[in-house]
């Protein structure tokens, strides 16, 4: 079955510090890769996203790159805020279920100024 | 478009009680999934539809949990009767049912069982 797995967090960094999110994943198809955040008593947002091995996908900063060989999906950012506290959630989606996705556990990151 | 459209946002109910959360998908959208968030469990997939059509609901619990989806515009989740391990946020997310395209959730309904 498909699977991914995070990091274990949670991660406190001081802003303007170097963010990285280990994503790795398992599934049994060509699957399509995300990124989602979730702000306190919102629900999930895309953040970014990638549909092909060595597609990168960014947005406000964050970045990530698919690696079929090393079946990963690392969120990057260079420079962290205050306001990029937030859970992480790296997901698939598999070709033959459309949409469907499947989650990893969250990462919890608090940045502190 | 206003987005997914989840109510209540709220809800505290007594154990016993039967419990109905509602969804409004995205105009357009035919996949609809129903997920439930908990610090335990992280989050879980309970059941998604596509064309209205229930696919997988071997995430639903148990059967005190059922899901229907009576046309493309509306979705219902309810738990009957409810326990306080109930507890916990439930999110509705829709989508296109299309390879590579995102599922959009809405704000969720936090439902406390006491």
């Known amino acids: 079955g498909n699977s991914v797995t995070q990091m274990e967090g949670p991660v406190t960094l001081s802003e303007e510090a170097f963010l990285t999110i280990n994503c790795t994943y398992t599934?049994?198809?060509?699957?399509?890769l995300f990124w989602y955040v979730q702000y306190p008593g919102e629900g999930l947002q895309l953040l970014l996203k990638?549909?092909?091995?060595?597609d990168k996908g960014s947005n406000k900063g964050f970045e990530a790159t698919y690696r079929k060989e090393t079946t990963s999906f690392h969120l990057e950012k260079g420079s962290v805020q205050v306001s990029d506290s937030a859970v992480y959630f790296c997901?698939?989606?598999?070709?033959?279920?459309?949409?469907?996705?499947?989650f990893g556990e969250g990462t919890q990151l608090t940045v502190n100024p | 478009d206003a987005g997914v459209i989840q109510s209540p946002r709220h809800e505290v109910t007594e154990m016993g009680q039967e419990v109905t959360l509602r969804c409004k998908p995205i105009?357009?959208?035919?996949?609809l999934f129903w997920y439930r968030q908990t610090m335990m469990r992280g989050l879980e997939l309970l059941i998604y539809?596509?064309?209205?059509?229930?696919?997988?609901d071997s995430g639903m619990p148990e059967d005190r949990f059922s899901a229907k989806m009576p046309n493309a515009s509306f979705s219902t989740l309810k738990i009957q009767p409810s326990e306080p391990r109930d507890s916990a946020v439930y999110f509705c997310?829709?989508?296109?049912?299309?390879?590579?395209?995102?599922?959009?959730f809405g704000q969720g309904t936090r439902l406390t069982v006491v």
């Open positions: 105009s357009g959208h035919n996949s």
């Open positions: 990638a549909t092909k091995a060595d």
């Open positions: 539809f596509n064309n209205n059509v229930p696919i997988d």
């Open positions: 997310a829709s989508s296109l049912a299309i390879r590579g395209t995102e599922a959009f």
């Open positions: 599934a049994t198809g060509y699957p399509s």
């Open positions: 997901a698939l989606s598999e070709e033959t279920s459309g949409s469907r996705l499947t």
